[in-house]
């Protein structure tokens, strides 16, 4: 049997934690629980995280606590510059024990002549992540965002995606 047919690689697209119900760590467990849900649904084998605070994180780590090879696909060197030193080491930790760590404003198609953060370079991330992947499992609220840009391109790539903000909204108890 042909190994290929049985990878399902799997890329996450989500909120921020302003969105979600903020920085508390309690938010981020249900969180890491509703990925961990879904990638057993979805049958991940491998999964790509876009590494920003929130939910695409909580994928991260649900994906390492399942043992699921990790892609972190960052936009550029420096992403998590203006973060809070707790959240620079748990992206620190994630790093070390990702799979593969992509620079995708570095990589041939994504590249940008930017500097430091720019809108774009989190575009390119994104549609690296979809290009790469079979499925998108987002979180997204339906908002002009970020994710709402990633989930777009997914559906112009006709890439599956799995919406879990009806779960998420259940979960949280709104």
Not at 13 to 19: A, S
Not at 78 to 106: N, P, S, T
Request: aromatic share 10%; net charge neutral.
């Amino acid at each position: 049997m042909d190994t290929d047919l049985m990878n399902k690689i799997i890329a996450g697209t989500g909120h921020r934690p302003e969105k979600l119900g903020g920085y508390k760590d309690e938010v981020f467990t249900r969180l890491i629980a509703l990925c961990s849900a879904s990638l057993k649904k979805m049958q991940a084998t491998e999964v790509i995280s876009g590494m920003a605070l929130g939910f695409d994180q909580a994928l991260a780590i649900a994906a390492i606590e399942l043992e699921i090879p990790l892609v972190a696909a960052i936009p550029f060197k420096g992403q998590d510059d203006k973060w809070q030193q707790q959240d620079k080491e748990r992206y620190e930790d994630i790093l070390f024990r990702a799979k593969q760590i992509v620079y995708v404003d570095k990589t041939t198609k994504y590249s940008t002549e930017h500097i430091g953060y720019s809108a774009e370079k989190m575009q390119k991330r994104n549609e690296y992540m979809v290009d790469h992947c079979d499925e998108l499992l987002a979180l997204f609220d339906g908002t002009a965002s970020g994710t709402a840009n990633c989930v777009n391109y997914a559906e112009t790539q006709r890439k599956p995606v799995l919406n879990v903000w009806k779960s998420w909204v259940k979960y949280r108890g709104f």
